[in-house]
């Protein structure tokens, strides 16, 4: 039985809750972490709520099977990097509304402040530094006064990821050469990432 189809602008109204549910999920862990002790009290927590978060905890893969069409958003090849950046902050500010475009490649989002952004095609991993600039180590390069860097990814499956990381421990983390890491290794990094479908992205894009 076929399942009903879902509209892009339904889907983009299911993934900001998604993300606004681990964005509380995320505050909530973090005000239990900073509580006092000992406490004057143990808080009493509703089960219904433990319940809930029980079956929302289990591990999951960054590409999760979905319906999407196997559509990319981004163009392979050299030659595309701009025009690709391009598209993908575009499409970024409009799936996010905590997202600020500031120019080509910062943006403002959130709790997260001020992030450089970067966009990619690789199937294996993200380029964060250069052969012929002063990219090589942390600090050569003036984005990297950056706290974080938003890594965004058309996997090529249907699906964009977007990753939210901490700039400097991914310039130890280079294993693709001297300058790409594996997306296992940003995955395990990242403070946040987020799924969205690439067929959401052309829509809301579209001229």
Not at 16 to 32: F, G, I, K, S
Not at 69 to 79: A, T, V, Y
């Given at each position: 039985?076929?399942?009903?189809?879902?509209?892009?602008?339904?889907?983009?109204?299911?993934?900001?809750?998604?993300?606004?549910?681990?964005?509380?999920?995320?505050?909530?862990?973090?005000?239990?972490?900073?509580?006092?002790k000992p406490?004057p009290?143990?808080?009493v927590i509703?089960?219904?709520?433990?319940?809930?978060?029980?079956?929302?905890?289990?591990?999951q893969?960054?590409q999760?099977?979905?319906?999407?069409?196997?559509?990319?958003?981004?163009?392979?090849?050299?030659?595309?990097?701009a025009?690709?950046k391009?598209?993908?902050?575009?499409?970024?500010?409009?799936?996010?509304?905590?997202v600020?475009v500031?120019d080509?490649?910062?943006?403002?989002?959130?709790k997260?402040?001020?992030?450089?952004?970067?966009?990619?095609?690789?199937?294996?991993?993200?380029?964060i530094?250069?052969p012929?600039?002063?990219?090589?180590?942390?600090?050569?390069?003036?984005?990297?006064?950056?706290?974080r860097?938003?890594?965004?990814r058309?996997?090529?499956?249907?699906?964009l990821?977007?990753?939210?990381?901490?700039?400097?421990?991914?310039?130890?983390?280079?294993t693709?050469?001297?300058?790409?890491?594996?997306?296992?290794?940003i995955?395990?990094?990242?403070e946040?990432?987020v799924?969205?479908?690439?067929?959401?992205?052309?829509?809301v894009?579209?001229?």
């Amino acid at each position: 039985m076929n399942k009903p189809s879902t509209s892009s602008a339904e889907r983009v109204r299911l993934h900001r809750w998604v993300n606004r549910t681990e964005e509380l999920a995320d505050q909530l862990l973090d005000h239990l972490k900073s509580g006092p002790k000992p406490p004057p009290r143990l808080p009493v927590i509703d089960p219904e709520l433990v319940s809930i978060l029980s079956e929302l905890s289990i591990d999951q893969d960054d590409q999760v099977e979905t319906d999407y069409p196997n559509i990319r958003f981004l163009e392979l090849g050299n030659g595309h990097q701009a025009e690709n950046k391009e598209r993908a902050l575009s499409a970024l500010a409009k799936l996010e509304p905590e997202v600020e475009v500031l120019d080509r490649r910062t943006v403002r989002w959130g709790k997260w402040g001020v992030c450089h952004f970067a966009a990619y095609t690789h199937s294996k991993g993200a380029m964060i530094s250069t052969p012929k600039r002063d990219g090589g180590a942390f600090g050569g390069a003036d984005w990297h006064k950056r706290d974080r860097i938003v890594l965004f990814r058309d996997a090529g499956n249907g699906q964009l990821i977007v990753y939210i990381c901490p700039t400097k421990p991914l310039f130890s983390m280079r294993t693709i050469g001297q300058h790409g890491v594996t997306w296992e290794n940003i995955s395990k990094s990242a403070e946040h990432q987020v799924v969205y479908a690439a067929a959401d992205a052309l829509s809301v894009t579209a001229t």
